[in-house]
């Protein structure tokens, strides 16, 4: 799927004194099988601009298209099984007796067979490593498993886009890597993912592309080198070491990800 | 041996103490906590990581009372938290995970306000200690505004600011900079290395980056206290990160990836000076 923003502008509590502009007209493309990273500071509008995805917000102005289709034409529920979104802090939502009961809930609503169901709560338990905990109340469990549970019931679905919100915030980093690794999984799957994040080091790991939103406004997009170099300040670590020591090593390229770092570093010092 | 003040004794010389300390949720198969051993001394900074699940919250609602172990002993300050809880939250203050949670009155002054005045204390120290505790966040003029007008990094500092109006000697900070971003997470971080001089800090955090300074780093996994080391110690053991499903920090693990000391070259600054340091004696030496 294509999702395309056209010039969304959003404005929460219009024509009230309390009236705040909170995108002001933001175009923006989710290409099929990519991994956008959307990232910006606490306020920049990173969650109001993804919950016009699937249209849980509806634009003030400006337009949401599905494979160049404006998305208003299309079933409400038809757009939220095809885009799904994951919130910050999904766990909060969690509700059934059993975590499978909780990830079942969704497709049910989508008048699958039985079967169909148990199949699609089966894989997606499986694919978020939650086989184990299935069967347990999902008050029962840490954090982290949680949080892969309420995922699980988004995946169920079956999205063609999968939009996390601040997916990993709270998580331990192994559980944090293992949910990175999750995302390079559904891409190679053919799904693509918008990943919003505060963590411009994860961001760098798994990101195809990289948008920065400032004030509501797309300050800055493309591949994560070209955005990332552009202003090293604010920028992933590797990002921070190699400008550093570009300033008299101008060889070394602009390395984003881990291991192209090391790469790079590695070649360098002639190791 | 005779010991007529044991809390003093004891308790009082050191800011928490926890001994064979286990708890249990109720309807749960496995404890949160089991045996679990520590001291803290007075103007420390011990950093607390560890997987989900791994009893670390379970610790902090122990140490001010929200919960009560099982079997073992919970001193802070020489006082009991489960029997004294009031006592005890004068002299522990927790800076939970998301601030949008603990922010509750119309204006900055009045939420910073708020836990004194279940204290008891008069109208005009109370409003010295406000205005002290705003000014030490950094948030001088913003008595007035409205908590819900503020970034992340600033309410939680509002929070931060309404512990310290309490004045307590020992901070816990519960993963307090988890849903920040890199501009709010280096705001609060610079407030905590500034209170260091002058209180006992206690910090959670899935973030190891933010321990590289600390005096100790505790690791709890499955409820059990698996170490207790310096920071330095703790970076060079890779089966302990491992087993505890910890990753090193970026910065530090690519200077081991490189051959180089991971505990003194943390910052971008000190690992990419290392580097060109090396290249250049190589260039020379070639």
Redesign the interface.
């Known amino acids: 799927m294509r999702l395309e923003l056209k010039g969304v502008r959003y404005v929460y509590a219009a024509g009230t004194p309390f009236e705040v502009e909170a995108l002001r007209g933001v175009s923006l493309v989710v290409e099929p099988r990519e991994v956008l990273g959307i990232v910006?500071?606490?306020?920049s509008g990173k969650s109001t601009l993804v919950q016009h995805m699937n249209l849980l917000l509806t634009p003030t102005s400006g337009s949401v298209l599905v494979d160049g289709v404006d998305a208003r034409s299309l079933q409400k529920s038809e757009l939220r099984r095809r885009v799904g979104l994951v919130f910050q802090?999904p766990e909060a939502a969690l509700f059934a007796p059993t975590v499978e009961e909780d990830v079942a809930f969704a497709p049910r609503q989508l008048g699958l067979d039985e079967e169909e169901v148990q199949e699609r709560v089966t894989e997606s338990l499986r694919v978020l490593g939650a086989g184990e905990f299935a069967r347990r109340s999902p008050f029962?469990?840490?954090?982290?498993?949680k949080r892969r549970a309420a995922i699980a019931g988004v995946l169920a679905m079956r999205p063609e886009v999968l939009v996390l919100d601040?997916p990993t915030?709270?998580?331990?980093?192994?559980?944090?890597?293992d949910l990175l690794a999750l995302i390079l999984d559904l891409r190679e799957a053919g799904i693509s993912v918008v990943l919003v994040s505060?963590d411009?080091?994860e961001v760098a790991e798994v990101a195809d592309r990289v948008c920065v939103l400032h004030e509501g406004m797309l300050h800055a997009v493309g591949t994560p080198a070209e955005v990332f170099y552009k202003e090293p300040v604010?920028a992933?670590?590797?990002v921070?070491?190699v400008s550093?020591?570009k300033e008299?090593?101008p060889e070394i390229g602009d390395p984003v990800r881990?291991e192209e770092?090391?790469d790079a570093?590695?070649t360098?010092?002639?190791? | 041996m005779v010991n007529p003040g044991e809390g003093t004794q004891r308790g009082g010389s050191l800011a928490v103490s926890c001994e064979g300390v286990s708890f249990s949720y109720p309807g749960s198969e496995r404890p949160a906590l089991s045996d679990v051993s520590f001291e803290l001394r007075p103007g420390e900074y011990v950093g607390v990581v560890g997987p989900n699940g791994g009893g670390k919250s379970t610790l902090v609602r122990l140490l001010n009372g929200l919960l009560r172990p099982d079997s073992g002993r919970v001193r802070v300050s020489g006082r009991d938290p489960a029997t004294e809880p009031f006592e005890v939250r004068k002299h522990l203050g927790v800076l939970f995970q998301n601030p949008e949670n603990g922010l509750v009155a119309p204006f900055v002054e009045d939420d910073v306000a708020f836990g004194l005045e279940n204290l008891g204390v008069p109208r005009e120290e109370m409003r010295d200690r406000v205005a002290r505790a705003i000014r030490a966040v950094g948030l001088g003029g913003y008595e007035r505004r409205e908590p819900s007008t503020l970034s992340g990094g600033e309410k939680q500092r509002v929070a931060l600011a309404g512990l310290l109006a309490v004045e307590p000697e020992i901070l816990v900070l519960d993963e307090p900079t988890s849903m920040l971003d890199t501009a709010g997470r280096g705001e609060v971080l610079g407030y905590l290395e500034a209170l260091r001089a002058e209180k006992t800090i206690f910090h959670v955090t899935h973030h190891l980056e933010e321990l590289l300074d600390a005096d100790r780093i505790l690791v709890l996994n499955g409820g059990d206290l698996v170490a207790d080391q310096t920071p330095e110690r703790f970076l060079s053991d890779a089966d302990l990160l491992r087993e505890n499903r910890l990753v090193l920090p970026v910065v530090p693990r690519l200077a081991l990836a490189l051959g180089l000391p991971p505990a003194k070259l943390h910052t971008p600054e000190a690992l990419a000076e290392a580097i060109l340091a090396r290249i250049e004696s190589g260039t020379r030496a070639g």
């Open positions: 910006g500071s606490t306020g802090f029962a469990l840490s954090g982290g498993e601040e915030a709270g998580l331990d980093p192994a559980t944090r890597e505060h411009l080091d604010q992933p670590a590797t921070r070491v550093l020591v008299s090593r881990f770092t090391l570093l590695r360098l010092q002639g190791i």
